[in-house]
């Protein structure tokens, strides 16, 4: 069951990345959303599950939408960088190493109880900070394309 989850929000996340119109697009990342959180519950964390599926889920698809209200149906023509690219999987990298390093943390505490509340702060406080900069990396994004949106519009 979980591999067929997972495998269902890997082909979900492909699509919302691949599909052209912002609307599917926003569906498709929506329904992958929602997958992982039916994950977790399956994990027996279902807190976690259900915070996946209200809370993230739900802000997600708000603020999509949003966009979309603001860019239309299609998503704008950008030029693509070659050191955008790089610096982006540069950072993929620098992240995983980072996550991949707390494995042999997360197996240890691993035979605490799921729904502990200390679990994820024993677990990933030594992440906050790269919590922080995706948080901060996607509040530029958003910036970044309503000045881009303002100077197509004229405005």
Do not use: C
Not at 64 to 78: A, N, R, S
Request: aromatic residues 10%; proline residues 2%.
């Amino acid at each position: 069951m979980n591999i067929a989850l997972l495998s269902l929000a890997i082909l979900l996340a492909i699509g919302s990345l691949v599909i052209k119109k912002s609307v599917p697009a926003i569906i498709s990342f929506i329904l992958m959303m929602f997958v992982l959180g039916l994950f977790y519950i399956n994990l027996d964390a279902k807190m976690l599950g259900l915070f996946q599926i209200f809370i993230y889920t739900g802000g997600i698809m708000v603020l999509m939408l949003f966009g979309v209200t603001i860019i239309g149906l299609e998503f704008p023509k950008v030029k693509t960088k070659p050191l955008n690219a790089l610096g982006s999987l540069l950072f993929f990298v620098l992240v995983s190493t980072l996550f991949l390093r707390g494995v042999d943390k997360v197996k240890m505490l691993s035979t605490a109880k799921v729904e502990d509340i200390n679990l994820f702060s024993a677990a990933f406080s030594d992440y906050l900070i790269i919590f922080a900069l995706i948080g901060v990396s996607l509040l530029y994004a958003t910036v970044k394309m309503s000045s881009i949106l303002k100077k197509k519009r004229g405005q």
